[in-house]
């Protein structure tokens, strides 16, 4: 359950409770301002109407300046909302638990390209070298937690279910700028320090099969859904289990210590994760009812999703065909 504020001309509050009484929201009510040009109404709606009440405010006031719609969190209201069998039942149908406002500004912002991302892709990059070194599992999988490589991916594959251009670029940079520079400096620890190939946790992210496809897209699948459901706390479980950093680091040191084949097999992972979480997630986002709000918008969405998903299936499928003649190879 969400408080929608709504800050409008005096001339739109019967708009706004019209459409609270249209959708059904557990309350409204109107909040006094000294301001004679803009009034306060504000809505206490249940998460089964949440979206539609956002896009019929957004139809009917989002035309006019002086409108401003913004979304509360509610922890607890008194006395506590009874919802019926039916009502139950509509929500568990629910496509979200998220508005695509609040799913939008959650996952953008994953997808800047700033100081704070670049700082922390270069430590988590240090100590999962270190860790893949080592053979230290603890280390590595401290640097799967602080990596934020995992949010640009999750970005894409909501830019491109929303058709959404810009997003898709920056995005895209993002993911770029980040796995080069986890690239690039994993490359130079590798030419400076000696590698042990035997190590378990380095020799482990250059061996990819059937398995490792279908870890990261259950794993991919489970990210969106927890941004979906609002259980973002399960994105650290996500973040452990389809890692985007070790398999990059690896790529690198191999590539510096002049391990070619396992530096292969390093590519390989890296490749099957991202492809498989971007197809992943792609795939939750359109079963769980993602789409934009406008005719034009949605015309847009089709088009770059059927792109989209066109280009992640052939990678995969190409990913596939890949790894089965490394298989081959390996086993002569």
């Known amino acids: 359950m969400k408080l929608i504020e709504v800050i409008t001309h005096p001339d739109h ?164 700028a980040g796995l080069s520079l986890a690239l690039g400096l994993s490359f130079i620890i590798g030419l400076l320090l000696p590698i042990d190939i035997n190590s378990y946790e380095l020799i482990s992210r250059t061996d990819v099969g059937i398995d490792s496809i279908v870890l990261a897209l259950a794993s991919g699948a489970a990210a969106v859904l927890s941004l979906t459901t609002g259980l973002s706390s399960v994105l650290v479980g996500v973040m452990v289990a389809v890692a985007i950093l070790p398999p990059t680091a690896t790529l690198g040191l191999m590539l510096g210590s002049g391990q070619i084949n396992l530096a292969f097999g390093a590519a390989l992972l890296l490749a099957v994760n991202v492809v498989c979480v971007n197809l992943a997630a792609k795939i939750v986002f359109l079963v769980r009812g993602l789409k934009p709000r406008t005719w034009l918008e949605k015309r847009k969405a089709k088009q770059s999703i059927a792109t989209s998903m066109i280009f992640w299936i052939i990678s995969l499928l190409i990913l596939l065909v890949a790894i089965y003649f490394r298989g081959l190879f390996q086993a002569q």
């Open 13 to 176: 509050i019967e708009t706004v409770q019209h459409i609270g009484d249209e959708h059904g929201v557990v309350d409204q009510w109107h909040v006094s301002s000294p301001d004679e040009e803009r009034r306060v109404m504000r809505l206490l709606v249940d998460d089964n109407y949440r979206q539609a009440v956002m896009d019929e405010l957004q139809n009917q006031l989002g035309r006019y300046e002086t409108t401003r719609i913004v979304v509360l969190p509610v922890e607890v209201t008194l006395p506590t909302v009874e919802i019926d069998e039916e009502e139950k039942e509509k929500e568990k149908r629910r496509s979200s638990s998220a508005t695509r406002e609040e799913l939008y500004e959650s996952v953008s912002k994953n997808a800047e390209l700033d100081s704070n991302f670049m700082l922390l892709v270069f430590l988590s990059t240090i100590v999962a070298a270190i860790g893949l070194i080592e053979n230290n599992v603890a280390v590595v999988v401290g640097a799967m937690v602080i990596a934020p490589l995992l949010g640009p991916n999750i970005a894409l594959a909501l830019a491109a279910t929303l058709g959404d251009t810009p997003l898709i670029w920056k995005s895209l940079l993002t993911n770029l």
